[in-house]
């Protein structure tokens, strides 16, 4: 904390602009965007945070949302037309792009860079990663787009396979690394029971998948092995772990859903209370 006096006397950022105002007096303004440093003063709480930036947060979590709400639509849907028998072509190769553009618009949103930490940011952020993943899986869905329906050469097929494998993990960390990010926003709030479900979800999401993969695994070796008296039951054994965990992944992702829409309303009260202190200039 800085010490009582006519001077701040530790680093403290700017609430609007980032600027340093060690040195300054707290009752004067900054000198870069004139904002009132006795705004700067109060935490780092949400609720005192700058209303454009919020605006910015509150547009990004609303398009995230939709993109989580496509993006179980887009497999429940081709599932569903797998099963039919019709062609999924369309789903499997089209939407993702669709989707790969909203999680990519979404996430330079929600990850826009706080105006009083930005001359601070260096090295390899959280931040950072996450957009540069949401580059790659966008990148990786059009390149499945551009040759799914036709694979040239098997060299083109390997370029375009690895690129796809590339988008696929880009939108896996996207999609963990944006609930990394809202974690963060509830404990600014405060809320932390919403910080504590979306720590269940970010614990769920990748056992559940952990589960889905060792049952696959197992299964599809015992399935390969010689004939024994015990591998129908170890490999039936192991094709039910891979569902407990695919059902597993299907309940954590639906409960994802339904966490960032709370985060979508809490913040939305949050900016209404952010905007009536800014108003009484408290």
């Not at 639509?73 to 037309?81: D, E, H, R």
């Not at 396979?161 to 609930?179: E, F, Q």
């Not at 939305?268 to 202190?277: F, K, P, V």
């Amino acid at each position: 904390m800085f010490d009582p006096g006519p001077a701040i006397n530790i680093d403290l950022a700017c609430i609007g602009c980032g600027y340093n105002l060690r040195g300054l007096s707290p009752e004067h303004l900054c000198p870069e965007c004139r904002t009132p440093i006795t705004q700067s003063l109060r935490g780092d709480l949400l609720k005192y945070s700058d209303l454009n930036w919020l605006g910015t947060i509150k547009k990004g979590i609303k398009l995230f949302l939709t993109t989580l709400v496509l993006s179980l639509f887009l497999v429940i849907g081709a599932g569903v037309i797998a099963t039919m028998g019709g062609p999924a072509d369309f789903l499997i190769l089209v939407v993702p792009i669709l989707i790969g553009g909203l999680l990519l618009w979404a996430v330079y949103l929600t990850t826009t860079q706080e105006p009083r930490v930005t001359y601070s940011e260096s090295g390899m952020s959280l931040r950072r990663v996450i957009r540069v993943c949401a580059v790659l899986n966008f990148i990786g869905s059009i390149f499945e787009m551009g040759f799914g329906f036709d694979i040239p050469s098997e060299l083109t097929e390997f370029i375009v396979g690895l690129i796809s494998a590339a988008g696929a993990l880009g939108a896996t960390v996207s999609y963990y690394g944006m609930l990394v990010y809202l974690r963060r926003f509830a404990f600014r709030i405060p809320n932390p029971k919403l910080a504590r479900t979306t720590t269940n979800i970010l614990w769920g999401l990748p056992i559940s998948y952990f589960i889905v993969l060792l049952g696959g695994i197992f299964s599809t070796v015992m399935g390969r092995a010689g004939p024994t008296s015990t591998r129908p039951a170890v490999q039936a054994a192991m094709e039910g772990t891979a569902c407990i965990g695919a059902f597993g992944l299907i309940i954590f992702s639906l409960w994802g859903v339904v966490v960032v829409d709370r985060f979508r309303r809490v913040l939305n009260q949050t900016i209404i209370e952010a905007t009536n202190l800014n108003a009484e200039g408290h």
